[in-house]
C-alpha cells in the first residue's frame, strides 16, 4: 500500500572503516499498539562510498524524498552524501550496491575533544533545514545547500544539556527531540529543547537550548 508510511533503518556504522559495503533497509512503520512485532524489510539500498570505507551514524530523509547520509568524522573532514528521490527508488528497486556520489564537505570540522563529530540528523517538516547534531551541537544548514558559502552555519550549544547524544529529530513546532544512550552512571533520555536556527547564531557564539 503506497499510502502506508515507512521507516528508512539504517546499518551504516563502520567505526573501524573495513565494512565495504553498507545497507539502509525499509519497513513498514509499525502501529505502536502493536508492540514485539517482527518487522521484514520491503526494500534495501546497498551502497559503497566512492573512494573509502567510511563511518556514518547520521541519515535523514526529506518530505519530497531526498535521502542524505552524513559520515561521523573519523577522518580530516565531515562529508555530506545526497541521493536524490528518483536515486533512491532506483536504488531500492535494482537491488544492487551502488556507488554513492561524490561526498561534499561540511564547513565545520570534526574535534573529538569538543565532541564535535556526527551523530544524527533530521530535516524541518518543510525540508527547508537540515538539522545535524553532535555530542554537543546542533548545526541547522539551509536546504538545498549550495556548497562553497562562506558564512558560517547557524548553530545551538548544548553542553552537558545531552551527554551521550545520539538522535535528531524535529518536531510540527520547530522544537528538537533529543536522544542520549544509556551508560552505568545514568539512564537513556529523551529531550525536548528548542534552538535558534535563523541566520547570526554562528559556532564562535552558540546559544545555549533550553529543556521542556
Known sequence: DARRACLYVAD????????????????????????????????????????????????????????????????????????????????VKSDTVIRLPAGRPLPFRPDWILGRTVTGASFRPSGSTLAIRTYTEVYFLPWPWTEGRSEPLPSCFLGELDLGGEAVGYAEDGSLWLTAEANPRRPATLSRVRCPDGPGTAPSDPSPASRR
Do not use: C, Q, S, W
Not at 21 to 48: F, H, K, N, S
Not at 49 to 77: F, M, N, S
Open 12 to 91: 551504516t556504522g563502520n567505526n573501524g572503516r573495513r565494512r565495504e559495503m553498507l545497507t539502509v533497509y525499509v519497513v513498514r512503520e509499525p502501529d505502536p499498539a502493536e508492540p514485539g512485532r517482527v518487522l521484514d524489510p520491503i526494500g534495501r539500498m546497498r551502497y559503497r562510498y566512492p573512494d573509502e570505507p567510511r563511518d556514518a551514524e547520521a541519515l535523514a530523509l526529506g518530505p519530497e524524498g531526498d535521502l542524505v547520509i552524513v559520515t561521523k568524522g573519523r577522518a580530516r573532514e565531515i562529508l555530506l552524501f545526497h541521493l536524490t528521490p528518483d536515486e533512491v527508488r532506483d536504488a
